[in-house]
Nanobody, 117 residues
């Protein structure tokens, strides 16, 4: 399985961005996918996860602001990020094959999100 993430960029505080992650290869085996982020000098942390059946989970820091969704026909997951804060600035990674709140071994390349005025 290969993952290709996109959609990062520069946005002002309070703004929105939508990240996308397309899976290719042996996608039939993927049940759970998710988003993680890594701030400079810190460990990678869980942001949101989604199961094939639609169950979702979020980190407390993003609940009510971020929404994860999945288009199984397109083998794609999305992360809609609203009300962005400077502390959301990080490199965001998509992941496949783990549990709802912990990652599997398959990572996409990161996409940088910068929240700044």
């Amino acid at each position: 399985v290969q993952l290709q993430a996109s959609g990062g960029g520069l946005v002002q505080p309070g703004g929105s961005l939508r990240l996308s992650c397309v899976a290719s290869g042996s996608t039939v085996s993927i049940n759970t996918m998710g988003w993680y982020r890594q701030l400079t000098g810190k460990e990678r942390e869980f942001v949101a996860g989604i199961r094939h059946g639609g169950a979702t989970a979020y980190a407390d820091s993003v609940k009510g602001r971020f929404t994860i969704s999945r288009d199984s026909a397109k083998n794609t997951i999305y992360l809609q990020m609203n009300s962005l804060k400077p502390e959301d600035t990080a490199v965001y990674y998509c992941n496949a094959g783990g549990l709802l709140t912990s990652p599997g071994r398959t990572w996409g390349q990161g996409t940088l999100v910068t929240v700044s005025s």
